[in-house]
């Protein structure tokens, strides 16, 4: 997808602090000279073509419920399945393959620990894989949506 | 009297657990993403049994608590071109570690960064950073100027870019089923 000067400005004033008020996106389009309905279309075409994942809250994991980034070593030639797997265990929310030993890592969510740890200790005993548990013992930077490098990218 | 006290205070826990309820809801909802019609809290009262005012000053209320970080636009940066995302693993001692992890949360490249418990011996790793770049070599290049930055050369660290995303979307942390 082609993203034109609007869908940037979109995107660079508005990772942060949507209005919350009873026509948002009127109040967005208005700082960004179009009209309501323009902002809702370019919105739902971001959001079909994958740019934007979703418009809403990303929540405070430590505030929100439990949440927990794991690692597993998977045989290289079943790491497909082994993500699928993975996939299928309840609460999954990211799930990449990286350049390690461990080589499949993936962040769980559930209400509360108890939960999480139980969702965990099913999923290892049934991959059979040496798996990590890396807590977050403190953040010292938090996602607040980064400023996009236009031109690198272009 | 005792009967109307009581009638009251059934009415009162009805009131108050359809809040708690339409709450609960309402972070199912918004878990999923804000819909994309002209006027979207009313979308969501509507769906969870609480006023269009209700969900404002819910959500209004949340951000101001810190259980929203932030409320907008998630981008998905693999999409847009961020292909090269390195997870940078490091093996800081104990008594630097804070010092360390607030450096590199300044630096305008690394875009997270957590402590987390090193596993021994497999992980010794305890401090985590992410740089999302639109390629490898540049990625590389910004983790050397770190490193010479903030005198890093002795530091046990590991690169770990990652080559795929099996799944990439927010958290889900209110039951679904």
Known sequence: MRLDQTDQQLINHFQRHLPVCERPYLEMSRQLGISEQEVIERLQSLQSHDVVGRVGPVFEHSQAGASLLAAVAAPEEQMDLVAARINRAPGVNHNYAREHTYNLWFVMTAPDYELLEEHLDELEQELKLPMLRLPMVEGYHIDLGFDIDWEALS | ?177
């Open chain 2, 1 to 177: 009297m005792s009967q109307l006290i009581s009638a009251d205070r059934l009415a009162l826990d009805a009131a108050t657990s359809t809040s708690a309820w339409g709450l609960l809801r309402l972070r199912q909802q918004l878990e999923q993403g804000l819909p994309l019609v002209p006027r979207p809290y009313l979308a969501l009262a509507e769906r969870t049994g609480l006023s269009e005012q209700e969900v404002i000053n819910a959500i209004t209320q949340w951000q101001n608590d810190g259980l929203i970080k932030r409320f907008g636009l998630v981008v998905k940066h693999r999409t847009l071109g961020y292909t090269a995302n390195a997870m940078v693993v490091w093996n800081i001692p104990d008594e630097q570690i804070q010092a360390l992890g607030k450096a590199m949360a300044d630096v305008p490249f690394i875009t997270l960064c957590y402590q987390r418990p090193r596993r021994l011996p497999d992980w010794p790793y305890n401090l985590f950073c992410m740089i999302h770049g639109t390629n490898r070599e540049r990625v590389l290049t910004q983790l050397d100027s770190l490193i010479a930055d903030h005198s890093l050369q002795h530091i046990q660290h590991s690169v770990l870019f990652s080559n795929k995303a099996y799944r990439q979307r927010g958290g889900r942390y209110v039951n679904h089923d």
